[in-house]
């Protein structure tokens, strides 16, 4: 032990504290794994945060598609990535798994369509070729709603008509759309204005349903008296105006199309709305027929054959058709043991513009009535050819003064109109008739008294023959001797009578001679025209 100064002050000797170490100082050895943590948990959390969702897509055919190579495309912009391609547990469909990108999520709704983009080969054309090089892809159309949904089921083909094309959508509806299919155009003025966008059968099994888009500004040209009909291939008529050949343009002809149109005259320029109903004729002729409100159905019996009249066969009234076949039937009448053949045709009253006036000078109220009163006076339906070259026949409304009475049943329902042979028919009969009398010629007599007057004529033939041969032999030279003694005669006349012959000048004279004669007596006439009393008293110069 030391001893302390004398001069330390021991107070002033700060005291020593002893100080424990800190359970949780962090090492600097960690503090780069931390740091290395936390930036990887920003990363999993931004990339969750840019992440878009997840959807499943239902396919058909997963031709074309592989998980991590094929895109979805939205205007050919990619908004995802096709993750798994696996089979549907019923191993019908392909469920292709899909991650899309965060933007593309409000594109997610109720009504969007996907389908895959390869190339296809149509009757409208070629698209998807760009795909040889790149390989198919998914496309993609964005639904009209704002309800979200992550299940879709994609679609065989791609849609005609996209959500963003400007224009409007009608209703077609036919019994035959004939080589139309869904992308045929539809043609204004020879102008491609639109397509079809869907074909459905109806309900009924009966009838076709078109859905025909119209893009903007061309769908303003369609009114409710527009007028479509099929434009497809090329159309050849017969007709009782003859051969009519239309057609539209040459990828037309091959597809098929659809135009439209309003009748000339038509008044209604007011657009049609969305959805509007239109009938599609056939063919132009018909669309542009007038609508016909009142429709009377009539049957008629013929006595003869309807070959060559058909359903839509024309029915005339003197030049104007106002109607047309409807059905040929076969039925069978007990009471007078023979088949019937009845014509149901449909008249339209409206196509008459003028109104037949009774003896009271007002228009008859009922058809009916009217029709019984030209039934009265005469009025038939004849059959007519309307064509020859294709045997085709119409009917002919017309008046037949002479035709046998009948009584109108203007009750039955439809009402009969009574019928008068044809043309055909009286010349068939003309035709029966005359075989008929050929018939009962004795053919084979004339024949053999025919035979008998030509083996007489020959004989006779022979004779003349010989009568000529004989006159060539014997009177020959004796005529030729006649003929030349009669000209020898006529040259001696001519040197009788000749100039400078004897009697030339005789005959000269004698009638210079009665030329004086001549003059004598017609001055002497003339002197007793004028002097009448010298017959009796004699010239004055004889009584001096």
């Given amino acids: ?42 990363i999993v ?57 965060k933007f593309a999520e409000p594109f997610l709704v109720e009504g969007t369509h996907f389908w895959v983009v390869r190339p296809r080969l149509g009757a409208t054309g070629v698209s998807g070729l760009n795909t040889l090089v790149s390989g198919a892809y998914i496309s993609m159309d964005v639904g009209d709603t704002t309800i979200a949904a992550r299940k879709f089921s994609g679609l065989d083909t791609p849609p005609v008509i996209s959500r963003e094309m400007r224009g409007r959508q009608f209703i077609l509806e036919t019994s035959d759309i004939g080589s139309l299919v869904v992308g045929s155009p539809i043609y204004f003025h020879h102008i491609q204005v639109g397509q079809i966008s869907a074909v459905s059968l109806n309900e009924d ?34 007709d009782a105006g003859g051969v009519h050949l239309q057609t539209e343009s040459l990828s037309t002809i091959l597809a098929g199309g659809i135009a439209f149109e309003s009748p000339n005259g038509s008044t209604i320029i007011t657009s049609a709305n969305n959805n509007t109903k239109f009938g599609l004729a ?35 009234f003197r030049g104007v058709e106002i109607g047309e076949v409807t059905a040929l039937h076969v039925e069978y009448d007990k009471t007078q043991d023979k088949f019937l053949f009845p014509v149901l045709v449909n008249v339209y009253p409206e196509r008459i513009q003028s109104r037949y006036l009774g003896k009271t000078q007002q228009p008859y109220e009922d058809t009916r009535e009217l029709v019984a009163h030209m039934i009265d006076h005469g009025f038939r339906a004849q059959l007519r050819p309307s064509n020859l070259l294709t ?69 006779t033939m022979e004779n003349t023959n010989q009568l000529v041969s004989k006159l060539n032999s014997d009177l020959a030279p004796e005529a030729k001797l006649a003929l030349t003694q009669m000209r020898t005669t006529f040259e001696q006349t001519e040197q009788s009578i000749g100039p400078g012959s004897g009697l030339q000048t005789d005959l000269h ?13 017609k001055i002497l006439t003339e002197y007793l025209d004028k002097h009448p009393e010298s017959l009796l008293r004699g010239k004055d110069g004889d009584k001096k």
């Fill in 1 to 42: 032990m030391t001893d302390k100064p004398d001069n330390m002050d021991l107070d002033a000797i700060p005291e020593a504290k002893a100080q424990v170490a800190s359970r949780h100082r962090l090492p600097l050895v960690w503090i780069v794994p931390i740091l290395a943590a936390i930036i990887g948990c920003w």
């Fill in 45 to 101: 959390v931004h990339t969750l945060m840019e992440r878009g969702p997840s959807i499943t897509l239902t396919l058909t055919d997963a031709e074309g598609v592989e998980a991590g190579k094929t895109k979805i495309r939205y205007k050919s912009v990619d908004v995802g990535m096709v993750k798994a391609v696996s089979l549907a547990p019923d191993h019908h469909t392909v469920i292709v798994s899909i991650d899309m990108a």
């Fill in 205 to 238: 099994g009966r009838a076709l349903t078109l859905q025909a888009f119209v893009n903007a500004p061309y769908d303003r040209f369609v009114t409710e008296d527009s007028r479509f009909w099929q434009a497809s291939g090329i159309e050849l008529a017969f």
């Fill in 282 to 316: 056939s063919n132009r002729n018909q669309a542009m027929k007038s609508a016909d409100r009142l429709v009377k159905t009539y049957i008629l019996y013929f006595d003869e054959s309807l070959r060559g009249l058909q359903p839509g066969s024309i029915v005339d």
């Fill in 391 to 459: 045997g085709q026949l119409y009917i002919a409304l017309d008046f037949f003064p002479d035709a046998e009475k009948v009584k109108p049943q203007p009750l039955s329902t439809p009402m009969p109109l009574p019928t008068v042979q044809g043309n055909i028919a009286q010349l068939q009969n003309v035709l029966t008739n005359v075989a008929k009398k050929l018939e009962q010629l004795p053919l084979d007599k004339i024949g053999r008294d025919t035979d008998k007057l030509l083996i007489t004529a020959q004989h």
């Fill in 509 to 521: 004279t004698t009638l210079t001679s009665l030329s004086r004669v001549a003059d004598s007596i």
